[in-house]
């Protein structure tokens, strides 16, 4: 079965810093990557997606994600970081078509200095 | 769109007693699914529904859960009785999938307290 791991389970960055998201999935075949976002009593806002093509994707409010097949990896950056970042982070990763299920990390918790 | 909406946002309830969480998914999508978020296992799939029937319950952790999808725009994730260790977030989250995966589309929550 397939996992996801977020080794970072909170990161503190300042305003205007950058940032990267650390994410690693377990799974022989390429599967889909997600990276959602949930701010503070919020639902699941989807940031960006990988199904194939071109490795670098970029997503909404500025952030972009690597995937990187040797490194079974999917990090997440941002090159200027915002106060209204601030929120919780979801990597998840979907086995690949014909499957509809979402399996998450952990989350990795992000706070912006000012 | 409203997204989809989920009621209550917040439920307090006495161990023993029944809760029903509500889903309206957004219109025309075919596919409901239920999370479960605690802070000890995180986001969870409970069940998921495609066009009204349940596909895959295997995340249902036991008999007390049930779900159902009595149409295209409801669907209630019951516990009964209720216990402490259901305390957590459960979303709602809602696609349309035809023959390919598309983005899933999540409700604010619904917040459990068992008390």
């Known amino acids: 079965a397939q996992s996801v791991t977020q080794p970072d389970i909170h990161i503190t960055v300042s305003e205007g810093a950058s940032l990267e998201l650390r994410c690693n999935y377990s799974?022989?075949?390429?599967?889909?990557l997600f990276w959602y976002v949930q701010s503070p009593g919020q639902g699941l806002q989807l940031l960006l997606k990988?199904?194939?093509?071109?490795?670098l994707v970029q997503g909404i409010k500025g952030f972009e994600a690597e995937f990187k097949r040797s490194q079974s990896s999917f990090n997440l950056r941002k090159p200027s970081v915002h106060w209204s970042d601030a929120a919780e982070y979801f990597c998840?990763?979907?086995?690949?078509?014909?499957?509809?299920?979402?399996?998450f990390g952990k989350g990795t918790k992000l706070s912006v200095i000012p | 769109d409203a997204g989809v909406i989920q009621s209550p946002r917040h439920e307090v309830t006495e161990m023993g007693q029944e809760v029903t969480l509500r889903c309206k998914p957004i219109?025309?999508?075919?596919?409901l699914f239920w999370y479960r978020q605690t802070m000890m296992r995180g986001l969870e799939l409970l069940i998921y529904?495609?066009?009204?029937?349940?596909?895959?319950d295997s995340g249902m952790p036991e008999d007390r859960f049930s779900a159902k999808m009595p149409n295209a725009s409801f669907s209630t994730l019951k516990i009964q009785p209720s216990e402490p260790r259901d305390s957590a977030v459960y979303f709602c989250?809602?696609?349309?999938?035809?023959?390919?995966?598309?983005?899933?589309?999540f409700g604010p929550g619904t917040r459990l307290t068992v008390l």
């Open positions: 799974y022989g075949a390429t599967p889909y």
């Open positions: 998840a990763v979907i086995s690949g078509a014909g499957s509809y299920q979402l399996t």
């Open positions: 529904f495609n066009n009204n029937v349940p596909i895959d």
């Open positions: 990988y199904f194939s093509g071109d490795t």
């Open positions: 219109s025309g999508h075919n596919s």
């Open positions: 989250a809602s696609s349309f999938i035809q023959g390919s995966y598309n983005e899933q589309f």
